[in-house]
């Protein structure tokens, strides 16, 4: 099939990409010039495990190419896939102008029958908004669907080629059949299509995303009762996962979720539940509990330094979750603003995120390549992200080069029994030592 992607951002290259690598001739089509001239080139400048080859290989063999022009990606597509932003309002809204723009440019080149697909993240109804959009600009015949995605970053590749499920939301049958034999190649171990209305399959992605914050919000505050009453997180986490109406997914403690999904998707449920009339109070909590827990966090180093300016803090981990070099609503950010705000100085180390992390923090800053030097000096370190460089450390080489042997652990990474017996001061999420000094 001959297919365009409106938007060459994460979803729309990965989505762009996996569907040239099963035979498809795909045309990604974004306004960014100089992104479009860097993707020519190969430069895919997101990372992502396996994306950059999948572009290339498919880029090579003529099946994936790059554009900026509307009109010839339109017309010659036979389905258009709208991954642009939906970023956040201020009051948690989605901001819908990127969608928008690109329905009303793209319908001035429907020159015949298209299936428009709205792959962003969007509130009930844009698609149906959509539909208005392009209908008041051509007089050719078109359907709309909904195809919200899945993508974990870290996996998003292997998330797409075997999918959990794959959600199509029409109100057409001509649109339903081409769409589930784009799809047919990704469902030949197991058929897990899934057809449903629109407004059911936007509603879907919200809610899932819902669901798993929830439960990482959940799991934090049992951890700060733990804390409190002196109870085992570990031990408490592991008797929950056993549960198989539990199971074991999304209920580690930590410093709460990040990225560009589930803070932007909790938000924007809780604001579509405003507009609707539907008070969505555990939405409220969870996106509350979430704040919360940074600033936990950060009060537990205060507690233990009193005062802050002057110390040096070693910082493992800047994006908000390993496998990927994003940033954005990184716990890391709020702490170490935090941290810098009471003039601290900070060593940083990301195995790929620090490029990203330069452009918010210019100044009490240092950014290393080797993890252990940044330790040299510091008066502790702080584990914003659970890398697997920093799962089994050399302990005694990191109490060696830091002034204090003081860890504070945001990932719960380590056995707290085996730091303590080291010498070292340790604290994770759910733990603080009570004779802390």
């Known amino acids: 099939m001959n297919i365009c992607v409106i938007g060459s951002g994460y979803v729309g290259l990965v989505t762009g990409s996996c569907l040239a690598d099963s035979g498809n001739n795909v045309i990604c089509l974004d306004i960014d010039k100089d992104k479009v001239l860097s993707l020519q080139k190969g430069e895919i400048g997101i990372y992502e495990p396996g994306l950059a080859n999948l572009v ?117 049958t001509q649109a339903e059949k081409k769409l589930k034999e784009l799809y047919e190649p990704f469902m030949r171990k197991e058929f897990r299509l899934v057809v449903v209305d629109i407004k059911s399959s936007e509603l879907s992605k919200y809610a899932s995303n819902a669901m798993l914050a929830t439960r990482i919000s959940f799991i934090n505050e049992v951890a700060n009762l733990c804390e409190k009453v002196g109870a085992d997180i570990e031990s408490v986490r592991k008797i929950m996962s056993e549960d198989k109406r539990i199971g074991k997914h999304f209920i580690f403690p930590g410093l709460g979720y990040g990225g560009s999904c589930f803070p932007k998707d909790v938000k924007s449920l809780i604001d579509i539940g405003k507009q609707n009339l539907v008070d969505m109070t555990v939405c409220s909590s969870v996106d509350k509990v979430n704040s919360n827990q940074r600033r936990i966090f950060i009060d537990k180093i205060k507690n233990y330094f009193g005062k802050i300016q002057g110390k040096r803090f070693a910082v493992w981990g800047l994006s908000f979750k390993p496998n990927t070099d994003d940033i954005r609503e990184a716990p890391s950010i709020d702490i170490i603003r935090d941290l810098i705000s009471e003039g601290a100085h900070i060593n940083a180390h990301d195995p790929v995120a620090s490029t990203n992390f330069k452009q918010l923090f210019n100044e009490n800053i240092k950014f290393y390549s080797d993890s252990y030097d940044i330790l040299d000096g510091s008066d502790a370190l702080i584990i914003n992200t659970e890398w697997s460089q920093y799962k089994q450390p050399d302990f005694s080489k990191i109490k060696k080069l830091l002034k204090n042997p003081v860890i504070f652990d945001g990932r719960n990474l380590y056995n707290k029994e085996k730091l303590l017996e080291l010498g070292f001061f340790y604290s994770n999420v759910g733990f603080y030592p009570k004779d802390d000094k």
């Open 56 to 172: 290339e290989r498919n880029a090579k063999e003529n099946r994936l190419s790059f554009t900026t022009d509307y009109k010839s990606s339109i017309e010659n597509s036979e389905i258009i896939f709208l991954a642009v932003p939906t970023p956040p309002n201020e009051d948690g809204s989605a901001d819908l102008q990127y969608i928008e723009k690109a329905s009303l440019e793209l319908a001035n080149y429907v020159n015949n029958y298209k299936i428009i697909v709205t792959k962003s993240t969007v509130p009930v109804g844009t698609t149906n908004l959509v539909k208005t959009l392009i209908k008041s600009k051509t007089k050719q015949e078109f359907d709309v669907a909904s195809n919200p995605e899945f993508l974990k970053e870290g996996s998003a590749i292997n998330d797409f080629m075997f999918p959990d499920r794959i959600v199509i939301g029409v109100d057409s």
